[in-house]
């Protein structure tokens, strides 16, 4: 299957959680897991359907409250498929990993620190729409080797440089990373933002954080064969 054709699967759970059938789809993620690895569930099924989600709230194409739901639904999901995740052992390097105010969903995000916690990395995750101050105060006192934003919406960009402004001032060095729909939609952002680099998905994401700190992922180069639905996999559900 081409890599540009969204799973059957993803495309069935897509359409239930329009329809609010939030058994039916329970029973595509339950029956996913039983056939496939966390991470083939997470880029073939969770992560289009987040993007379908996206693009229809931000067309006008489904109520608010539709979307919200949805976005509470999968986040729930996540919970028997991270349990699945196998980690490796422990680098001793701390993710801190947030969202910023006025976000919907934090899916995304929690694949990504999903994918890390199963390399070895400790995760830091504040609260959901946590303020500024307290932000920029769990950065001074954790010191993160990693502190990573994800943006859906350019505002919050604006809202990311403040705190990397305020962070930078008052000593912290490592490496910051911002991402998420508003950075791919408005590569310009990156620069204005004041963070040191980003990455378009999670594979590249994850792949650069190996590399920089010299260990071995469990993430594949590419969405490789192993990954891609096959012609048995057409309809898990």
Partial sequence: MPENIIHPAALRLFASLRQRQYSRGAAIIKTALENHSPEYIHLNIMLPVIGLLASQLARGLMAPDTGDAAFQFLSEQLLPVRAKICRRPPLGRKLLATTLTGEMQAVGLDVICDWLWRDGWDILRP????????IVNMVLQNQPDILAFSCTLPRQVAIARRIIRTVRRRGYTHKIWIGGMAINAYPELLQKSLADDTAPDIITFTRQLA???????????????????????????
């Fill in 127 to 134: 609260e959901r729409n946590a303020g500024e101050t307290s």
């Fill in 211 to 237: 590399k920089a700190f010299h260990y071995s992922t469990g993430t594949p180069a590419q969405l490789n064969p192993s990954l891609r639905p096959t012609s048995t996999d057409s309809d898990p559900a």
